[in-house]
């Protein structure tokens, strides 16, 4: 079974605006990531927190981390229409690294 | 580009049917990992193997198999297969925390 709610199932906003898509989970975890996966072809790493970390920046993303709600978000800042694809919350605990993930968002960013 | 290569792209074959799905992990990493994607189910962990032996187990069908050899290609194999066993096949490869992810092999079985 899935470790992960990832809300909204699907976000479609326009070109330039930011976007945000939450995660949440049900175990302790060591880390949570986050993937992009293109239309049915394989997931890009795109970020990762670890367990003991709040917030963590990468380019234009931002992943906030809160252990206590079991939660995460992923902020998408200034979005393109190169950003259109679905993003995947994957946590690993400490059962040897395998991902557990979340449902995915599909998000359409509209030129 | 990944790094980790998965043969072949696309796969079509009828039910009863035995196929293999390979997997070629990028240079240096000694993880391969096997996920299964499909609509209903999602993105699920199949299996785990690191240098050659088996690490971790998830939702696997006892139907299904797997190898990692000793130039650490991986193999998946996928025995009296069944209509509902079509899905996108991912393999990843890792050293360290994040997971590389090959292209995929879609399964179609008719």
């Known amino acids: 079974s899935q470790q992960g709610e990832e809300d909204p199932q699907a976000l479609s906003i326009q070109e330039g605006e930011n976007a945000t898509m939450n995660c949440s989970y049900k175990?302790?975890?060591?880390?949570l990531q986050w993937y992009r996966q293109n239309s049915g072809r394989g997931l890009v790493h795109l970020i990762l927190?670890?367990?003991?970390?709040r917030e963590k920046h990468s380019g234009r993303l931002r992943v906030t981390l809160d252990t206590s709600k079991k939660s995460s978000s992923l902020l998408i800042t200034a979005s393109r229409a190169a950003d259109t694809a679905s993003y995947f919350c994957?946590?690993?605990?400490?059962?040897?690294?395998?991902?557990?993930f979340g449902q995915g968002t599909e998000l359409s960013v509209k030129p | 580009d990944s790094g980790v290569t998965q043969t072949p792209k696309h796969l079509i074959t009828a039910t009863g049917q035995r196929v293999t799905l390979r997997c070629s992990p990028r240079?240096?990493?000694?993880?391969v990992y096997w996920y299964q994607q499909s609509l209903d189910q999602g993105l699920q962990f199949l299996i785990h193997?690191?240098?050659?032996?088996?690490?971790a187990k998830g939702n696997i069908l006892e139907r299904f198999s797997a190898q990692q050899f000793p130039d650490l290609h991986s193999e998946l194999n996928l025995s009296s297969l069944e209509l509902g066993d079509s899905a996108l096949y991912f393999c990843?490869?890792?050293?360290?925390?994040?997971?590389?992810f090959g292209a995929g092999t879609r399964l179609s079985v008719l």
């Open positions: 994957a946590t690993e605990n400490n059962q040897g690294g395998k991902l557990i």
């Open positions: 927190i670890r367990s003991n970390e």
């Open positions: 175990t302790s975890i060591n880390n």
């Open positions: 240079s240096g990493d000694l993880s």
């Open positions: 193997y690191y240098n050659g032996e088996e690490r």
């Open positions: 990843a490869s890792s050293v360290g925390d994040i997971q590389y």
